[in-house]
């Protein structure tokens, strides 16, 4: 009786399939099909992807970084399309009696009858089977219920609205340790029925976005499917090195809509996130957590998903959840949001390096040139005209090219950022002589210099390597990932082999990659990559995080929502935020500068990834140290530098450190730690110097 009803609860889960006819034909239960389902999806996705030959071709490229991402790229192409979502069904129609067996096992793990295992007799079983893949696919399925931590599968008290399972995400090194070199902390495979994706974080205290992926028809969709998670792990894995110098990690959620279903965003998000709350209150849903600790998601905006960030918060209130304020960031300051755009908040940590770099080399920003990508309609764009006061000779937005060697018309341009107007409602009238404006939608257009544009749009997207593209500066604001690689990097050179720019500083993420950094870094250009300076926005978010979780409801609502008028604290809060961005920018600038000087020869970009990998080992290393309970004096002196002064004015150290989850604070406080000792101290820096500097902040000022 207790199966059919479970059956009856799983219904609304059900999407055809080629296993349905199974239990048409009573040869599955309807919670066995729907386990099936669900484990086809993860054999899908975590099929063994390593060959010998794969893994020595990984070597011989070892140093070729681009080849090697080409080759990942090929090799999972490969695979998928040698092991089908079809092929993974026809294995499972063929061995009706494993999946009964596989299901038991999930079952009594699921259920907390025994505690997460790998099966040996059933494995037995599947090493019989005649076909290596077949093998392959159903030890997935085995593989599959030996990491199961925690599911909604069955929750009690009704449907859930999409099956959640939290994974312990150690077998990834064994699927390939070359396309998951580092294991995530945790990992959740999320499957609706009108949906299935992924959340994947790399530490217990992570933030990041959630991304709803839609296909427009049934090839974008095989071809999204084949990368999703490789997508989610490789975005999350980004955002973990980017988050060096703020408590939370890096993490990131995807969501890839099913064929047929591209209409369900909105729907399929809320059925995401209310699946993942079942797994965040296990006692209130009534479902078995083998965890033995409680766990936190942060959740962003991201592709998609902007306008679900008040729902998403306003879901997690409706559900009863604790700290349904701090579960999503990008919401309306109504809610307690802090919108970026409004207040520059990414700009202000890339204008701070530029700012920085400049009084270095004894130049002033009003004497500069500059090129910027992303125009006045945008966040980054627009703020990066308002703040800054260089001469601008060229912007690129979505809808064209302004250009003027004089310089563009800086009030102009200031109008137009404060309208949040796109760059064709720039005033021709206001161009020098040798200035044009070019839409994408222009056709065989002459320039002043009788230069022929024969389509506007290609010339938009190729300004930033034309002839005109000559500054002392360019702020990449804006356009597509890998806009310059080591393909077409030579193009930011002029005839004399000299670079076009001589100050780079990136707003946008990803604009270059890797080898063309180095081969600008190389040529002598000033350089700093987005790891580095673009980071702002996941500052702001955290502290939009450590509002709700450190305030009362009933004072957060009155103090950080704003109805009308911004509360006096709100705005001190903003304030107090923008000053904790520039001080990282700057903290972070400085520690860069100093290795750049001691060693010539090494690349920011570069130094960039050592620095965060030094932030993110040592930080590890001091929070398996840490107890509140028993570095209680450094936890108090931690938290009282750490936090926002206006908090601590408010609240002061120990309340706070007695609201807020334990393990926040103990991210908090060895970030903190990790952080402030690197950018002050450098790479070189031994435990003993630390240990110093520990007694050095433990004692009171005379």
Request: with cysteine.
């Amino acid at each position: 009786i207790n199966a059919e009803y479970m059956g009856l609860q799983l219904v609304p889960h059900l999407r055809p399939s080629p296993l349905t006819h199974l239990f048409l034909e009573n040869k599955l239960e309807a919670v066995e099909l729907i386990y099936a389902f669900c484990a086809a999806k993860f054999a899908f996705h975590f099929v063994k992807k390593e060959s010998a030959e794969y893994v020595e071709l990984i070597k011989v490229l070892q140093h070729d970084a681009e080849n090697k991402s080409r080759l990942n790229r090929l090799y999972l192409q490969a695979m998928t399309e040698l092991l089908t979502e079809e092929r993974i069904f026809n294995t499972l129609l063929r061995y009706v009696d494993l999946i009964h067996l596989l299901f038991a096992d999930f079952q009594a793990i699921a259920l907390g009858d025994s505690k997460p295992f790998y099966n040996d007799k059933l494995a037995h079983q599947i090493n019989r089977c005649q076909s290596d893949t077949d093998c392959q696919v159903l030890q997935a399925l085995l593989r599959f219920n030996q990491h199961m931590l925690l599911t909604n599968f069955f929750r009690s008290g009704g449907t859930p609205a999409a099956l959640a399972f939290r994974l312990d995400p150690k077998f990834l090194s064994a699927v390939s340790s070359t396309i998951f070199p580092e294991n995530p902390f945790g990992m959740f495979l999320v499957v609706g029925r009108n949906f299935h994706g992924f959340h994947v974080r790399f530490r217990d205290i992570s933030r990041g976005g959630v991304r709803l992926i839609k296909s427009r028809d049934a090839e974008t969709y095989r071809r999204n499917a084949c990368s999703l998670f490789e997508e989610n792990y490789n975005l999350a894995h980004t955002q973990q090195r980017k988050n060096k110098d703020i408590p939370e990690g890096g993490s990131k959620g995807t969501i890839l809509l099913a064929p047929g279903a591209q209409s369900a965003a909105a729907e399929s998000f809320e059925k995401y996130l209310d699946a993942l709350l079942d797994c965040l209150m296990p006692d209130a849903s009534g479902i078995h957590s083998h965890l033995g600790f409680v766990e936190y998601l942060f959740l962003g905006p991201d592709e998609n998903t902007a306008d679900l960030m008040d729902m998403g918060v306003l879901h997690a209130k409706k559900r009863g959840y604790r700290y349904w304020k701090a579960m999503t960031t990008g919401k309306s300051p109504e809610l307690g949001g802090i919108p970026h755009d409004t207040y520059g908040m990414t700009t202000r940590s890339v204008h701070t390096y530029k700012v920085e770099l400049l009084a270095r080399l004894g130049l002033k920003e009003a004497e500069m040139t500059k090129i910027q990508i992303g125009g006045p309609d945008g966040d980054l764009g627009s703020n990066e005209i308002i703040i800054s006061c260089d001469r601008t000779l060229g912007v690129v937005d979505g809808f064209g090219v302004a250009y003027d060697p004089d310089g563009l018309n800086r009030e102009e341009l200031l109008r137009l950022a404060t309208a949040r107007q796109p760059i064709s409602f720039f005033d021709r009238e206001l161009l020098g002589p040798n200035g044009f404006l070019v839409l994408v939608g222009d056709f065989d257009l002459t320039l002043p210099d009788g230069t022929l544009v024969t389509r506007g749009d290609t010339f938009r997207d190729t300004f930033h390597t034309s002839p005109y593209a000559v500054a002392d500066l360019f702020v990449p604001c804006g356009g597509r990932p890998k806009s310059i690689t080591s393909r077409n990097v030579h193009m930011l050179y002029t005839a004399d082999k000299i670079p076009k720019f001589r100050f780079i500083v990136e707003g946008a993420n990803l604009f270059f990659d890797d080898d063309s950094r180095r081969h600008l870094e190389a040529s002598g250009v000033h350089l700093f990559k987005d790891a580095s300076t673009n980071k702002g926005g996941v500052t702001c978010s955290s502290l939009e995080v450590l509002a709700a979780l450190a305030m009362p409801p009933a004072d957060h609502n009155h103090q950080m929502c704003v109805k009308g008028k911004a509360p006096e604290f709100y705005t001190q809060y903003v304030h107090h935020v923008l000053g904790i961005i520039e001080d990282k920018a700057r903290m972070e600038f400085n520690c860069l500068w100093r290795e750049k000087q001691a060693n010539p020869h090494v690349y920011n970009t570069d130094t960039t990834e050592i620095l965060s990998a030094k932030i993110n080992s040592l930080c590890d290393s001091i929070s398996e140290e840490l107890s509140v309970e028993q570095d209680s004096h450094l936890f108090s002196v931690v938290i009282g530098r750490a936090l926002p002064q206006v908090l601590l004015d408010r609240y002061g150290a120990k309340t706070l450190i007695a609201t807020l989850p334990d393990n926040y604070v103990r991210a908090v406080v060895a970030n903190w730690l990790a952080a402030t000792y690197v950018y002050k101290n450098g790479f070189e820096a031994n435990e003993m110097e630390f240990s110093n500097w520990i007694g050095e902040l433990l004692t009171p000022s005379p």
